[in-house]
């Protein structure tokens, strides 16, 4: 199928809206990597080491919590409000973070910034649902790729620079401008036509999700480090933990409007894409949170080269994503995912080889594997699920998605720092570098099993035709 590539292009009437997306992604994508190379000379300044996970975890929890509400609110009052809220929480927790005086009030500002994310991700991908068909999507895609592209190699360099600068407060005060401009663009240019009806906000649902998932958090990160595995605070939290989701579950069915309509998981599609972006999310984060500091605390490479490493997986990304469209349009998504997750898969494994020889060069060329194989699998899973259903519930498929993906970095980044805690306690602390390689080579043995139930979500994925959905419109459209 043949796109005009004028009529997506920047020049068109919906360009300045996508250009307003690509710099509300930017926010996300930035973050996504500038913060991760910094990580040692935050510790230095403020100290705690075992704390550290709790940066993305709670980051990445607030994300996964806010985003199933924002999403249903998106279905309800329009896009652009919600959007537009997420900006507005993300600069005032950049801010908040900028000037944190210790590792607790970071982490609380972290939490500010995590529920302003919640919006902007998931918002800017559903607009782009509801704007371009399927197979304009496909050259859309290169566009936002190219957001994620310029900022995994801007983002690290800039990470690591403040860093080796002693300034690495400004890794949150560069997000003040893009946030300012973002906001200013999407006010300017982009107005919707939304169905708004009255709704109901499901907020026991929202407490219990959080608690749900906090319980499991703690427990897993604090369980051997604050207490032992065993204690009494270790059973509350993983029994807390559990029985709130299991409440959660119950009261999704009976709310009105749930924030997670389970019922869309019984779909095979929605469920295996679903699982599919639970298992990226901890990938991504267990690549990302971990490597610099194994970088730094084995072989003493500086910020900036550590964060160059890094930005390898997040370079790899976009490459793929920018032309996995002309893929799943000619051989169908699940195709094309199969052949990310198993390019994915190979380079985990890769990685957790290389990790008892710490080397920058060949943890990038792992690291770029890895995100080649990832860009081809999270478009086309995401993309496939927006397609098969319609505007009323499009947002919320795109929002369990983006819930999907941060509930599993939260979680993967925390059993990582679980297992990562668990080895230094038992070597000679992040001070020895042989117990930080050590350390660092359990987790990326984990992310290579977290690479390979992806794959298995991918193979469970029904298979489609070439093409099936390729003709899906934009069935509310917005004016430019």
């Known amino acids: 199928m043949t796109i005009d590539r004028a009529s997506v292009g920047f020049r068109s009437e919906r360009g300045p809206v996508l250009l307003s997306l690509m710099l509300a992604t930017g926010l996300i994508a930035m973050d996504a990597t500038i913060l991760a190379t910094a990580v040692p000379s935050v510790v230095h300044d403020l100290g705690s080491y075992q704390q550290f996970p709790w940066l993305f975890s709670v980051y990445l929890l607030a994300q996964a919590v806010s985003v199933p509400i924002y999403s249903k609110l998106a279905d309800t009052v329009g896009r652009k409000p919600i959007l537009l809220i997420g900006i507005a929480l993300f600069l005032i927790g950049s801010i908040l973070c900028g000037v944190a005086w210790s590792m607790p009030s970071l982490i609380l500002f972290r939490l500010v910034q995590g529920l302003g994310a919640g919006a902007v991700g998931p918002m800017a991908m ?51 401008p893009l946030c300012l401009i973002a906001g200013w663009m999407l006010l300017r240019h982009f107005h919707e036509q939304a169905e708004r009806r009255r709704h109901r906000i499901d907020y026991l649902g929202a407490v219990l999700l959080t608690i749900g998932l906090t319980g499991l958090i703690l427990g897993v990160l604090e369980g051997g480090n604050a207490w032992a595995w065993l204690s009494v605070q270790s059973l509350l939290c993983f029994i807390g933990g559990a029985v709130a989701l299991v409440l959660f579950a119950l009261v999704e069915r009976r709310a009105p409007e749930p924030i997670i309509d389970l019922r869309l998981i019984s779909s095979r599609l929605i469920l295996t894409t679903t699982l599919a972006s639970f298992a990226i999310g901890a990938l991504l984060t267990g690549v990302t949170s971990f490597a610099p500091a194994y970088l730094e605390g084995s072989i003493g490479v500086v910020p900036l080269l550590s964060g160059l490493a890094v930005a390898a997986m997040t370079l790899g990304w976009p490459l793929s994503a920018a032309n996995a469209g002309r893929l799943y349009l000619r051989r169908g998504f699940r195709f094309t995912a199969l052949i990310g997750s198993g390019i994915a898969t190979v380079g985990a494994l890769g990685l957790a080889l290389i990790g008892p020889y710490p080397n920058a060069f060949s943890l990038a060329a792992v690291a770029f594997v890895i995100g080649f194989g990832l860009g081809w699998t999270a478009a086309p899973t995401l993309i496939v699920a927006q397609a098969s259903v319609g505007w009323g519930e499009r947002g919320a498929v795109t929002g369990m998605n983006t819930f999907a993906r941060s509930a599993g970095a939260a979680v993967g980044v925390a059993v990582y720092g679980a297992i990562s805690n668990a080895v230094m306690a038992r070597g000679g602390g992040s001070d020895d570098p042989a117990t930080v390689v050590n350390a660092s080579t359990w987790v990326f043995v984990a992310a ?13 994925m029904p298979k489609d035709r070439a093409g099936e959905y390729s003709g899906a419109p934009a069935a509310v459209p917005a004016e430019a």
């Open 448 to 460: 290579a099993v977290t690479a390979a139930l992806m794959l298995l979500a991918i193979l469970a």
């Open 126 to 176: 559903t607009i782009v649902g509801d704007i371009y068909t399927v197979s304009e999507r496909a050259v859309v895609q290169g566009y936002i790729a190219s957001v994620w592209a310029i900022s995994s190699v801007v983002g690290p360099a800039l990470g690591g620079v403040f860093s080796q600068l002693d300034m690495w407060r400004l890794i949150f005060f560069i997000n003040v």
